[in-house]
Structure formats: C-alpha cells, structure tokens
C-alpha cells in the first residue's frame, strides 16, 4: 500500500515550515511567486493530491511533470461569500469534513464568491463543473444565488442556509445546529431566577439558523408565559445597510440602546460575535454586564472564553457537524434521487460569568 504524502513530508524534503507549505496548498497567506510554485511542483511529484483550490491543477495541467491521473482526481467544491477566520466554527467543522473527505479519494476547492459575482448571478472563475462531484455551500445566504447553484445538476448541500420561510424548497441537502434546545434551556432558567424582561439581538433574516434561534427565544416566551417586548428585540440594522461593518452595527446598537427607558434584564445573542458587539456598546454607555443585565450568545466561539465577563452561550458540536456533512454529501453523490433531506446536530449550552454563574 502507498503510504500517504503529508505536507510534512513536503515540508521536509524542500527544507521549508509546514506553514509555508500549507499556505501554498491551501492558497492562502502571503508567498512568493516562486516559492508557492515550487512547493507545488513537488507535491504533485511526491504524488500529493488533497489540494485545495481549483486553479492549482488547472494551471499546472500543461507541464510536463503532472501525472496523467492527476486530472481524473474527484473533487468537492466549497462555496462561500465570507473568509473563513480560525475563530468561527466552521474553520474546525470544514477541517473535519476536507479531512474525512480526502480518505475517500476527494480533493476539497474553495471557492470565494465575490461581491459582483453574487449581484450578478455568476459562478466563480475558479469553479470547473465538469471536475466537480459536490458542492458544500457555507455562508451563501442568497436565495436566488443559491437556487442557481442548485440547477447545475450537481449534488448540493447547504451548511445552514437563506431564510426558507414562503420560498420555494431548494432542491438540496441542508444541514442546522440545534437553534431551539438552549435557548428554551437559558430562558427557563432565568425565569426560574425571577427574571421577567426578556430582550433578542441579531439581524433575524440574515439566515435561517438567525431566524430558528429568534423563533425559539418567541416560542419559549410564549410557553413560559412571559412577555415579548417589541422595544427589547433589536433584530434589523441601519436602514439602506445590507452588510454592516462592526462600526455600522454597533452604531445601530447604540442608537438602540439610547432610545429604551430601561434595559431588559436578559438578552439573548443570535451569536457570540453579536453578544461582544453588544457588550461593547453597553460597556459605552456606563452599563455593567451582569450588574445591569445578563447576556447569552451561541456559537462558543474562542472569544467567548476570554471577554469579561466571559460569556454564557450555545456550543456547537463542529465534530459531528463534519461528519453529518460528510455524509449527506456522499450519499446524495451515490444517490442523487433521494428525497432532499434536511438534519440538525446537537448542541449544548455552557454557563459562564456573563449571567453570574
């Protein structure tokens, strides 16, 4: 049997970091022209095949030194319309999936779709159907965008998605966290506190995981008898904004949070980076969290362990979240006339210093 090339083993035989070679792999970071080619060269001479971008094959297909079964390698395609940062789960949840994906002979492309592209309706210049197996979609939130992609007569699926609601099914696979549990979870459990005024942040039609999560902070009101208070719920954004910056947001935060008589004593984040933003804007005003009020986020990100106070939130299972992926995808790809399919993975809510625990 063949045994496998690492990057390491890439790494050692041109006497470079790991790092460095990753970089040129994965093109991503800062290299030279140079450099990034000779790392690729021999990687494809030691027979090295998980690569991940399209380009990098179609570039060096007319040298001499690629393989002829180089061409033939089977690959998924990875959309999205954000930079996948280290911090956000989905770096860990893709890492899981690229790696379960390559023991079965698949190569993982990324593709960015760019601002214009997505205006316009246009696929990726680096995305070769004719290549491509799959399609994982991750932060493609466009509805019409995305029933393109689901017309190529490929197998999709989405890692959470736009808004369903009165829309159309989109004809692929869709994968969710849990939304519901935790946030039913916290909200009793600061009724059981005594708690009674109950606020929610967060763009609620920016996706359908944003909405799930508003829904279920309404429902466990409504099932808990308590109130819903209109003025405690900030779920939009500056008008005539469709992709806010930190500052914008924040602004329309502060804006927000002038305009109450009084502060709820609960709020709910429809993420770890809207509970930061949050806290931010109330550390501005003269507010201390959890004097003044508690908060919640989801996500569990990084950050949410080393803010103070650190922060109570929602952790997702970025492990079984690969692996779910993995199979919806290959299943849908060796029978591409199942009924589409839609699951959700669990998550778990953790404690911490941002209501008082």
Known sequence: ??????????????????????????????????????????????????????????DLKKQEFLPKDIATTKEIALFTTKFLGDSHFSSTMLDNFQREISEMGYSLSIHRIL???????????????????????????????????????IPVLFVDSPVVGLN????????????????YSVIQEMVRRGKTQFG????????????????????????????YIDEYCMIENNKLVEDPSTEQYREYLFNCFQKLQKLPEVLICVNDFIALDTIQVLNELGFSIPKDLYICGFDDSPESKIVTPTLTTIH?????????????????????????????TETSLIYRKSTDN
Not at 115 to 138: Q, V
Not at 168 to 183: F, H, Q, V
């Open 1 to 58: 049997m063949t045994t496998r090339v690492t990057t390491q083993d890439i790494a050692d035989a041109l006497g470079l970091s790991r790092n460095t070679v990753s970089k040129a792999l994965n093109n991503t970071g800062v290299l030279s022209d140079s450099t990034r080619e000779k790392i690729l060269k021999k990687a494809i001479e030691m027979g090295y095949r998980q690569f991940s971008y399209s380009t990098v094959l179609e």
């Open 115 to 153: 601002k214009e592209e997505l205006k316009e309706k246009r696929l990726p210049n680096s995305f070769d159907p004719s290549r491509t197996s799959g399609i994982i979609c991750y932060e493609v939130f466009d509805y019409t965008y995305s029933q393109m992609i689901c017309s190529l007569d």
């Open 168 to 183: 159309e099914p989109l004809k692929a696979d869709r994968l969710y966290m849990d939304n519901t549990s935790g946030i």
């Open 200 to 227: 929610f942040v967060g763009e609620i039609l920016h996706c359908q995981s944003f909405w799930e999560r508003y829904m279920a902070f309404k429902n466990a009101l409504f099932l808990l008898n308590q109130p």
């Open 316 to 344: 997702i299972h970025t492990q079984i979240m690969g692996f779910s992926a993995v199979h919806l995808l290959m299943s849908r790809i060796k029978n591409p006339t199942l009924n589409y399919r839609t699951i959700y």
